[in-house]
């Protein structure tokens, strides 16, 4: 059985498809990986890569990416909305299947050396990999941006990880550390008030009150002239999709509005969909729910009203 | 207008009415003072007392019962279910009107030294009062109890925040400090089926990944055959009333189990209540409800469901 992991790199180019293909060839036509997603922001100046794919291999890949990203991105010329510190920004690395957080964090530490070898860019370990309590969330690290880090990294409390106290000149430093996969998904209301989705939004995070692994904003899509209530699940394991699903529906009602669909933004594991198919099949936690993929998304669909929603969304397609 | 504030001393003494009854006179036939409840458990051997009132009146009748306790109440022949490391065990001070969390914990500082030279029991500041990270929780500071604190309290970190590094020798120590109303809520299912409440309770308990601010576990209730998610709210400013109430009525539909009844332990405080019939009467949060609390009790028990309610639940009707 292959471990199976997933990589989010953050590249600090977002207008230059020619550069980005460059820096995301190491991904492409190799047994073993699987190049998900090229997601380009121009105003971020910022591109987020999805992989996945058997662990040595993706990491192995993403050295080669970042030596590329480092010869071809200079920080000292780059503007974006977006805050940053490096050329590859960060690396988040997800254990997806037959691979525990455990292990993921021991290969975090042997794939941080060899890339600060690859490329002289020092390495800060954050999130789960982090040693020190100063490095657990990015902004903590990423504070000062790439034009503070140069006498940042010189204090003792800021010594990176990896690699010498003193930044690359071009490619700043890197964070690297595995998270919890991440759940982008987004409910749409049949209201154009962007203060009603604020609103809900506020009841249901755990900011102020809500479920603990919920992060949750307004947003208005111009498109189609309606407001989301747009989240994060930091944790689907602990909060499931259906309880945000339910809670938005409950707490719209007080203003007479409807939950008329949702979305899932990138991919999806089949468990955080299966777990919460379990409540609307009547099924305990402790049941077995064995659906092919089609009929997972049928029922999602059915349950959960999602749109826009295929097998492809579903991160066991391709590491069946 | 008078500063009023909640106090919930619990005493190591649940069996002898007659100790109590001596403990909790310093609280009776005074002006600016009102005992709501005196709860004895004889299996805990431990008695809740709730007091409201002006908060300087009650903070001096406090030291008074304390005097009373601390010469009642022999901790070396003490026996009983519930933890405890002192006669008073710990002071709960709750502010409930035109006073603020910040006055309140000034004059808790004040309270505690004054407590101290009255009874010379070393007290610990604890919760909102602390001012040592190792004091915030009760449990914290609890551990090895009463047979343990003697060789704890000489301990550098855990010396006392008033009083000598030496407990008393039969009413141990005390922790005292500012914490938010505590809620005690249940919701009655129409089950008996314990593990019902058990799984609905996980999935709504923050440690779990419910909500921020509940804390909930199963309840069997023997007179009427029937099960309760058993709560705490402890925070009814971020997690209301009615998401508990709701959530729990949502995972129940799993189950196909209904919600027959719901019923809060203690007092509640008004704002608690209009804040959670907002939402079903479908006001928004920053509208005003100004009602009368017999017409609040009506509401409360028509959308949440509460039995065994009426006016005297609600702190307000004492502190009109």
């Not at 100046?45 to 990416?65: H, K, P, Y």
């Not at 309880?243 to 529906?249: G, K, L, M, Y």
Request: some cysteine; charged content about 30%.
């Amino acid at each position: 059985m292959k471990k199976i992991i997933e990589i989010v790199p953050n590249y600090s180019e977002g207008k230059n498809k020619e550069v980005m293909e460059q820096i995301i060839a190491p991904f492409k036509d190799k047994d073993d990986i699987m190049l998900i997603t090229l997601e380009m922001d121009a105003s971020y100046n910022r591109s987020v890569v999805t992989v996945i794919g058997e662990v040595d291999t993706v990491l192995e890949a993403m050295i080669e990416s970042g030596k590329i990203a480092t010869k071809l991105i200079d920080l000292r010329v780059h503007k974006g909305e977006h805050r940053r510190m490096g050329a590859v920004d960060v690396c988040p690395i997800i254990p997806i299947k037959n691979i525990s957080v455990e292990e993921c964090i021991t290969k975090t530490y042997e794939f941080a050396k060899k890339y600060n070898e690859a490329t002289n860019v020092p390495i800060y370990l954050y999130n789960k990999s982090a040693l020190k309590e100063n490095r657990v969330t990015l902004p903590s690290i990423r504070k000062g941006e790439f034009e503070g880090m140069k006498d940042k990294i010189k204090l003792e409390e800021w010594y990176p990880d990896f690699g010498k106290n003193e930044i690359h000149e071009t490619a700043g430093v890197s964070a690297i550390g595995v998270r919890e996969f991440l759940i982008a998904y987004n409910i749409d209301l049949d209201t154009d008030d962007k203060e009603i989705a604020a609103s809900i939004a506020k009841k249901i995070r755990f900011s102020s009150g809500g479920y603990r692994f919920i992060q949750a904003g307004p947003a208005y899509i111009e498109e189609s002239n309606h407001v989301q209530v747009t989240m994060n699940i930091t944790d689907y394991h602990k909060t499931a999709i259906y309880q945000a699903f339910e809670a938005v529906r409950m707490e719209a009602k007080r203003f007479d509005v409807s939950v008329k669909s949702s979305e899932i933004v990138g991919l999806v594991p089949l468990l955080a969909l299966t777990n919460s198919l379990k409540y609307y099949l009547k099924l305990k936690d402790e049941d077995t729910l064995d659906l092919e993929l089609n009929e997972v998304v049928k029922y999602a669909k059915e349950f959960l009203l999602l749109r826009d929603f295929d097998e492809r969304k579903i991160i066991e397609y391709y590491v069946k």
